[in-house]
């Protein structure tokens, strides 16, 4: 199944591409049961509140490494605070893939440029109820423990 996504020219190309890529890794990790149980959370309760934990617990985490980065290349603790302060302000806490598609709220796998992911997460909207009923369908014709053992195998391209 092939799912499609456009990027905003202004977006970087390369961060666009890794941030699809690892979204398409975290779907096709799931397993057919995993998916519907996460979206069909989703679809009751919208994002879950422990997700929005994990990502503030992820962006210190993020901002400590940084800082520790910036100290190992020769900056100054002040000078390594204030730049990786500035850093984090364009970084968003991954979720791989989108609560919106099936993820887990408290899977976190990175950081990476917050406008792109905010792309990213609203182009779901228009993606996921096609993707959603395909997978749905495919799941009627299967066994519970096939469900259970079948991974997802999507291609999210741009």
């Known amino acids: 199944m092939e799912v ?3 990027r905003n020219p202004k977006h970087d190309s390369d961060e666009f591409a890794r941030q699809l890529k690892d979204q398409e890794k975290g779907l096709n990790e799931l397993t057919v049961d ?6 069909d959370k989703y679809i009751q309760n919208g994002r879950a509140k422990e997700g929005d934990a ?12 940084k800082i520790e980065e910036l100290r190992e290349q020769g900056l100054s603790y ?7 302060n500035k850093w984090i302000k ?9 609560q919106i598609a099936g993820g887990d709220p408290l ?10 992911n905010s792309s990213i997460g609203s182009q779901w909207k228009n993606n996921i109820d096609s993707m959603d009923k395909q997978i749905r369908d495919m799941a009627k014709e299967m ?3 096939e469900r259970k053992t079948t991974y997802l195998n999507i291609k999210l391209k741009h």
């Not at 995993?34 to 979206?39: A, L, P, Q, T």
Request: no cysteine; proline share 2%.
């Open 143 to 145: 066994t519970e423990e």
């Open 4 to 6: 499609k996504f456009k």
């Open 78 to 84: 002040k000078d390594a605070e204030k730049e990786a």
């Open 34 to 39: 995993e998916f519907i149980k996460n979206r």
């Open 90 to 98: 364009d970084q968003a806490a991954l979720h791989n893939p989108d």
């Open 107 to 116: 899977h976190i796998t990175g950081m990476g440029d917050k406008r792109i």
């Open 54 to 65: 994990a990502q503030k617990l992820a962006r210190k985490k993020a901002l400590q490494d």
